[in-house]
């Protein structure tokens, strides 16, 4: 027995909360593509995100961020990862409630923290407080991603494994249908 997705499944959070790490292995479970959208952003200018910000700015890394979904979200079902802000623009937002289903992976503010503090990779925390800033996105975005369809929150302690596991279960319950077993 395989699995068909309906329609997508695009995890939505902040950075740290596990979307690349439980997406891939969702995906792997369910036999359907994984796509990053932050990685095909990556691919698509020949640049790190960092880059991307330093060189052209946020307004212009969030207008490619909004291209590269609305593509992804064109293909086949499967499960895609998006990042931190790519749901706080409506547009974004109604593009992903089209085509798929919107998972928020709610992780602890302290969790987070351990998860980012030492990657140097994240733009929006090269401040001269990176906690807070990254306390204060959180807050701001939180009501934001309140409006998911679905919200998952992460147990400190869970493995990448676990939270597969749940996750799947919390899918099948929010949605029966979104899941197909085909012979």
């Not at 928020?104 to 030492?118: F, T, Y």
């Not at 807050?139 to 919200?151: I, K, M, T």
């Amino acid at each position: 027995m395989s699995k068909r997705l309906r329609r997508h499944i695009v995890l939505i959070g902040m950075m740290g909360a596990g979307k690349t790490a439980i997406g891939s292995e969702l995906a792997r479970r369910l036999r359907v593509p994984f796509t990053d959208s932050d990685a095909e952003i990556e691919a698509a200018a020949a640049m790190s995100i960092s880059e991307i910000f330093a060189r052209d700015g946020e307004a212009f890394f969030r207008a490619r961020e909004s291209q590269v979904l609305a593509r992804l979200l064109a293909g086949p079902p499967g499960i895609i990862s998006t990042g931190g802000g790519a749901w706080m623009q409506p547009h974004n937002r109604a593009l992903i409630a089209a085509r798929g289903l919107s998972v928020w992976l709610n992780c602890p503010p302290e969790l987070l923290w351990h998860r980012v503090r030492q990657r140097p990779t994240r733009p929006l925390l090269q401040t001269a407080d990176p906690k807070g800033t990254l306390l204060r996105l959180l807050d701001e975005r939180a009501p934001v991603y309140a409006q998911a369809g679905l919200e998952f929150l992460s147990q400190a302690g869970d493995s990448i494994e676990a939270s597969a596991t749940r996750l799947i279960a919390a899918l099948a319950e929010a949605d029966p249908t979104l899941i197909q077993e085909i012979p």
